[in-house]
C-alpha cells in the first residue's frame, strides 16, 4: 500500500462533512430539524392566529356596543331638542 495514499485516504474519512464555515449536518438529520422547527413555527402562528381572531370578534362586539350607545344618545338628543323647542315657544 502506499502510505501517501493511506494518509490521505484517513484524512479525507477524519474531515468528511466539515465544510468551510462550519460541519455540514447530514442531510436526514437536517430535515428532521428543519420539520421540527416548521412545526414550531406553525403552532406558534397557530396560536397567534386564534389569538387575533378572539380580538378581531372583541374589538367587533366593541364597536357594535358603541353604535348602539350612540344610537341611542341620538335618538335621547333629538327627544330632548324638540321638549326643549316646546319650551322656547
Given at each position: 500500500?502506499?502510505?501517501?495514499r493511506?494518509?490521505?485516504?484517513?484524512?479525507?474519512?477524519?474531515?468528511?462533512?466539515?465544510?468551510?464555515?462550519?460541519?455540514?449536518?447530514?442531510s436526514?438529520y437536517?430535515?428532521?430539524?428543519?420539520?421540527?422547527?416548521?412545526?414550531?413555527?406553525?403552532?406558534?402562528?397557530?396560536?397567534?392566529?386564534?389569538?387575533l381572531?378572539?380580538?378581531?370578534?372583541?374589538?367587533?362586539?366593541e364597536?357594535d356596543?358603541?353604535?348602539?350607545?350612540l344610537?341611542?344618545?341620538?335618538?335621547?338628543?333629538?327627544?330632548?331638542?324638540g321638549i326643549?323647542?316646546g319650551?322656547?315657544?
Amino acid at each position: 500500500m502506499n502510505p501517501r495514499r493511506d494518509m490521505r485516504n484517513s484524512r479525507v474519512a477524519l474531515f468528511d462533512g466539515i465544510e468551510e464555515g462550519g460541519i455540514r449536518a447530514s442531510s436526514s438529520y437536517s430535515h428532521e430539524i428543519d420539520e421540527h422547527e416548521n412545526e414550531r413555527a406553525m403552532e406558534g402562528l397557530q396560536d397567534r392566529v386564534n389569538l387575533l381572531k378572539r380580538l378581531s370578534g372583541d374589538i367587533h362586539e366593541e364597536v357594535d356596543s358603541h353604535n348602539r350607545m350612540l344610537d341611542w344618545m341620538g335618538n335621547d338628543m333629538d327627544a330632548s331638542r324638540g321638549i326643549l323647542s316646546g319650551t322656547m315657544d
